[in-house]
């Protein structure tokens, strides 16, 4: 099946000017886009992945912090640096994820654990390390990536969902928890073509694709678009809540 042409982002506005984001899993895919887009929107970035992102090192606004955000001493760090560097935080943008496919009675513990570590348990120890600085912004803005998968029922993903789907939960509590002073919420990515879909056949990008209302897998830029939207005051009443950003393929639906 033949992809249709990508759409840009043209409205780059100054959304977060002046403001300092951390994010996570900014090496590549969703987490590089929205590093652009939050550097093109006006903010500073503290990028965090456990592989630093030369493309990005260079870039004035931008500083790259090395880690795994399983670990609590990773997110000390963050938010010292944020001290150190900035003496702010305004947005955590919590994206980081791993992903081992294998139905559930074969999936090795470790691995089970790693998942829920790295895609859950990080958002947690990130929010504890940050939720001082975040509420001494006055308008602190959490997002944190989600998917399709934390409600859509996929062969081969059970720690996955089961982690997805304990984000939205989360995002749910923490909002209340903080409210007024930080907003939480989540954005659902489908199938965005990231680095994840390396080494995936064709055919199954087709049924992905043909699964879509839009007919074409979704770009990173785009998922970053909605979380520029979440992190601004553009959605200032907006919180505890998420923006599904899949092309309609949760809504699509082949048979009755």
């Known amino acids: 099946m033949n992809q249709q042409p990508m759409p840009t982002v043209n409205a780059v ?18 987490g590089a886009a929205v590093v652009d887009r939050f550097i093109a929107e006006g903010a500073a970035v503290i990028a965090v992945d456990r592989v ?5 090192l260079g870039t004035a606004p931008v500083r790259a912090l090395v880690g795994d955000v399983s670990q609590a001493a990773t997110w000390e760090a963050v938010a010292g640096l944020a001290r150190a560097e900035f003496g702010r935080l305004d947005v955590l943008f919590s994206n980081a994820a791993a992903m081992v496919t294998a139905p ?8 089970w654990d790693r ?7 990080a958002a947690y120890l990130g929010l504890r390390s940050c939720i001082g600085l975040l509420r001494a912004s006055g308008n602190g803005s959490v997002v944190v990536t ?40 989540a954005v659902v990515p489908g199938p965005i073509l990231t680095p994840l879909w390396h080494g995936i056949d064709q055919g199954a990008r087709d049924r992905s694709i043909a699964g ?3 007919q074409r897998f979704g ?3 785009e998922v970053a678009a909605a979380v520029a939207f979440l ?14 950003v899949d092309g309609g393929w949760s809504a699509k639906k082949d048979s009755a």
């Open 13 to 30: 506005r100054g959304l977060l000017a002046g403001r300092v984001a951390v994010v996570t899993g900014a090496a590549s895919g969703i």
């Open 52 to 56: 630093p992102n030369a493309t990005h």
């Open 104 to 111: 559930a009675h074969e999936l090795d513990e470790a691995d």
């Open 115 to 121: 998942q829920l570590a790295i895609n859950l348990k």
């Open 146 to 185: 989600s998917s399709v998968h934390a409600t859509h029922g996929l062969p081969g993903h059970p720690a996955y969902a089961a982690s997805k789907g304990g984000l939205l939960a989360l995002t749910r509590q923490l909002a209340v928890e903080y409210g007024p002073e930080v907003r939480v919420n």
């Open 212 to 214: 879509t209302a839009a």
């Open 219 to 221: 770009r990173p830029h």
């Open 231 to 244: 992190a601004s005051d553009e959605s200032s009443y907006i919180t505890g809540t998420t923006i599904t």
